[in-house]
């Protein structure tokens, strides 16, 4: 009898400001693991509700929050501050807790500035990919 395997979840979370520059998006890639997957700008306006989502996965029964910046186009300074405080939160709950940057120019250039230590390049992509299971020998016939 095998294991049974996890069901990825993903969830899309409603706008984060009026302006729609920011799209949340929840995945579960395995048990009590979050990945919060940030699409457009994390700024003034967006990174309150940005806050909002990590926070709730941290006082969840996860133990793993990733937050995806791969496919964020702009991050303030006002983001970069969240993740950090979201970083020492984490750390109070005995979350582990990390940021994939991804390789947008103008996150890399914010990082390269004030780094997180939290900062994991590639965690996000190492959590998404996909797990296929062995497929499954049938008896003959």
């Known amino acids: 009898m095998s294991a049974p ?23 579960h890639p395995g048990p009590r693991t979050a990945l919060v997957e940030a699409i457009g700008e994390v700024d003034l306006a967006s990174s309150a509700r940005l806050a909002e989502v ?16 791969r496919r964020t186009t702009f991050l303030a300074v006002s983001g970069l501050r969240t993740l950090r405080l979201l970083q020492l939160r984490a750390a109070a709950l005995g979350v582990r807790f990390a940021v994939d940057p991804g390789e947008s120019p103008i996150v890399c250039r914010l990082f390269s500035l004030a780094p997180l230590d939290c900062a994991r390049p590639g965690a996000a992509a190492s959590l998404t990919a996909a797990r296929v299971p062995p497929p499954r020998s049938m008896p003959p016939g």
């Open 54 to 69: 990590v926070e709730s996965r941290l006082r969840s029964t996860v133990q793993l929050v990733v937050v995806d910046l």
């Open 5 to 27: 395997h996890h069901i990825a979840r993903s969830t899309t979370l409603p706008l984060a400001d009026p302006l729609g520059t920011l799209v949340l998006r929840v995945h």
